[in-house]
T-cell receptor, first 110, second 115 residues
Framework: GEDVEQSLFLSVREGDSSVINCTYT??????LYWYKQEPGAGLQLLTY?????DMKQDQRLTVLLNKKDKHLSLRIADTQTGDSAIYFC??????????FGTGTRLLVSP | DGGITQSPKYLFRKEGQNVTLSCEQN?????MYWYRQDPGQGLRLIYY???????QKGDIAEGYSVSREKKESFPLTVTSAQKNPTAFYLC??????????????FGSGTRLTVV
């Protein structure tokens, strides 16, 4: 079955690194995604990783994929208060539908 | 600029009323989706459509209906049969090709409240 799990909350100080974790269950997933949702808004695609990659870096964002353990993580370097949001991981499941995690609320304090 | 537009941003419904949420995209995307978001529960799929004049139920379709008469438009009707409709509703779209890695493009959402 398709199930994506995330921890609900993460709190960090400004300037620290944030690491948001995600586990998924569908080993056939080809792409995995990270989305950001600011209050009262829709979801914005942050980055994605193809399943044959271990790591992808994009400016302050680093995505790590451990396919053996079905574990995905998003690291945000030098976290800023503007990074406070809900972060969703998602996998591309059957019929090209995205399956979303429950979201991790990141709170960045000054 | 291309995008996906949801309207209205806020909607209030009285008990027993049907209301329709609008979703329009000019991205030439083939597939469109409706999600419901409740606090702490992530996104739950209500309905989706991969081509015009065709749509499928998602995980929580009861009490909702949709139509897909045009490629650009995928309105969602929340009927009186939906007993707990207060939530944030998100519309999304994507290309149909299997090789694209773009994921979904989301609208900015409609917050529906029962009064």
């Amino acid at each position: 079955g398709e199930d994506v799990e995330q921890s609900l909350f993460l709190s960090v100080r400004e300037g620290d690194s944030s690491v948001i974790n995600c586990t998924y269950t569908d080993s056939s997933s080809t792409y995995l995604y990270w989305y950001k949702q600011e209050p009262g808004a829709g979801l914005q695609l942050l980055t994605y990783i193809f399943s044959n990659m271990d790591m992808k870096q994009d400016q302050r964002l680093t995505v790590l994929l451990n396919k053996k353990d079905k574990h995905l993580s998003l690291r945000i370097a030098d976290t800023q208060t503007g990074d406070s949001a809900i972060y969703f991981c998602a996998e591309k499941g059957r019929f090209q539908k995205l399956v979303f995690g429950t979201g991790t609320r990141l709170l960045v304090s000054p | 600029d291309g995008g996906i537009t949801q309207s209205p941003k806020y909607l209030f419904r009285k008990e027993g009323q049907n209301v329709t949420l609008s979703c329009e995209q000019n991205l030439n995307h083939d597939a469109m989706y409706w999600y419901r978001q409740d606090p702490g529960q992530g996104l739950r799929l209500i309905y989706y459509s991969q081509i015009v004049n065709d749509f499928q139920k998602g995980d929580i379709a009861e009490g909702y209906s949709v139509s897909r008469e045009k490629k650009e438009s995928f309105p969602l009707t929340v009927t009186s049969a939906q007993k707990n409709p207060t939530a944030f509703y998100l519309c999304a779209s994507r290309y149909r090709e299997l090789t694209r890695e773009d994921g979904y493009t989301f609208g900015s959402g409609t917050r529906l409240t029962v009064v």
